[in-house]
Structures are given as C-alpha cells and as structure tokens.
C-alpha cells in the first residue's frame, strides 16, 4: 500500500512539473503586479521574463545576471500601479564608433 501511495505522489508531482513550465516558460504580465511587487519577484528569481506586446524581454535583478559583451541598462515597463516602472536589462554593448 505504501508504494502505491508513493508511486501516485511522484506521478502528481510530476504531472504538476510538466503543467507548470509552460506557463513559466510564457512569461509574466508586468501589469497584474505593482511596480514594488515586480522589484521583489525580480530580485527573488535573479531574472524574469516580461511577455508583453511592447515588451518581450529578460529582466534581471544586476549585471551579474548578464552575459558577456552585455551591459546593464534600464527600461520601464507598465505595472498596476504605475505606467512606467524601471527594470534592468542586460543590452548588447556598442562603442557607437561604427566599425
């Protein structure tokens, strides 16, 4: 009885692991958290991904979240309480020298 029991614990847990990543994988609405909500979630995870229309991007929580030849800038997104929230991003880097 107690493997049975066991086997159906580690089938729910997996199925709830395969429903789950989908809709991480989708990415979060800025807008259904306040702006302090989405600093929080941000820092908590070290980076999120914003699945907007006007936005479709990684957020991260510093630059050590970014790759190589990337810099940290900054760029608001909409949030419930405010309509320009600014988060950090990591953006290619570019000498504006035009090689």
Request: with cysteine; hydrophobic share 45%.
């Amino acid at each position: 009885m107690k493997q049975n029991r066991l086997s159906r614990l580690v089938l729910l847990a997996a199925a709830a692991a395969a429903f789950a990543r989908p809709a991480a994988a989708a990415g979060i609405d800025s807008r259904v958290y306040t702006c302090a909500q989405l600093h929080s979630l941000i820092a908590a995870q070290g980076f999120v991904f914003i699945s907007q229309p006007a936005f479709g991007d990684f957020v991260v929580a510093n630059a050590s979240y970014c790759g190589g030849g990337d810099v940290l800038e900054t760029r608001s997104v909409p949030t419930a309480d405010s309509p320009e929230c600014v988060v950090n991003y990591c953006a290619g880097y570019t000498s504006g020298q035009g090689n």
